[in-house]
Structure formats: structure tokens, C-alpha cells
């Protein structure tokens, strides 16, 4: 199974950006679908964005309205990584940020069978 491996996350003020990382180190890192979820405290986990597995055709991604336009995920198949490159943050953005791996694109973190350890993001007003 695949094993995941958050960095990159911080404190940041307000207006400002981060990039994220999720190191994959399982077979058949392509072949997954990924996504990034995040829990903030007392609060369930939210799905943040997806991006299906790679194929002849390109990616497809999917992005909660919350985080639209501000919030790009992408990957590099070449170094087995997921990234989510996060600009204008917002204090509201403040969450663990989790990356996962499923077998389908999905906003539903059931459909994701395994799971990094997580990266705090924290955004200062």
C-alpha cells in the first residue's frame, strides 16, 4: 500500500502563500487518485480539492467552493509527489492538511484508503 508523507505547511500571515507536499513511496503512485483534506480544531475533516490518476489525457481536478481559484493541486508522477500550492491564504484556511490516496476521484474521504500524518497551516489576520 501506498504510504504518504506530508510537508511544507506553517505559519503565514494573511494574503500570503504556501505550497504543500506529499511524498508517495507505494507502487503505482499514477494509477492512484489523490487528494488533499483538512481538520481544523473541534471541526470535521473537509475535503479541500482531488486530482485524478494520470492517463494519456490529462488530470482532472476538483476543488471545494471554499477554496476555488485561490488553491491549485497537481502532481508529478516522475517523483511519486502531490503538491497543493495554496495562495491567499486566509485565516480560515488555519487546518491540518492531509493528503490521501484512493482508487477513485472523490470528495468523499471514505473513498481514500490511506492517509499521511498531516502538516499544520496556520494563517495569522
Known amino acids: 500500500q501506498v504510504q504518504l508523507v506530508e510537508s511544507g505547511g506553517g505559519l503565514v500571515q494573511a494574503g500570503g502563500s504556501l505550497r504543500l507536499s506529499c511524498a508517495a513511496s507505494g507502487r503505482s503512485f499514477s494509477t492512484y487518485n489523490m487528494g488533499w483534506f483538512r481538520q481544523a480544531p473541534g471541526k470535521e475533516r473537509e475535503f479541500v480539492g482531488a486530482?485524478?490518476?494520470?492517463?494519456?489525457?490529462?488530470?482532472?481536478?476538483d476543488y471545494a467552493d471554499s477554496v476555488k481559484g485561490r488553491f491549485t493541486i497537481y502532481r508529478d508522477n516522475t517523483k511519486n509527489t502531490l503538491y497543493l500550492q495554496m495562495n491567499s491564504l486566509k485565516p480560515e484556511d488555519t487546518a491540518v492538511y492531509y493528503c490521501a490516496a484512493g482508487g477513485r476521484l472523490s470528495r468523499d474521504g471514505a473513498d481514500f484508503g490511506s492517509w499521511g500524518q498531516g502538516t499544520q497551516v496556520t494563517v495569522s489576520s
Open positions: 486530482i485524478s490518476a494520470i492517463s494519456w489525457i490529462a488530470s482532472t481536478t
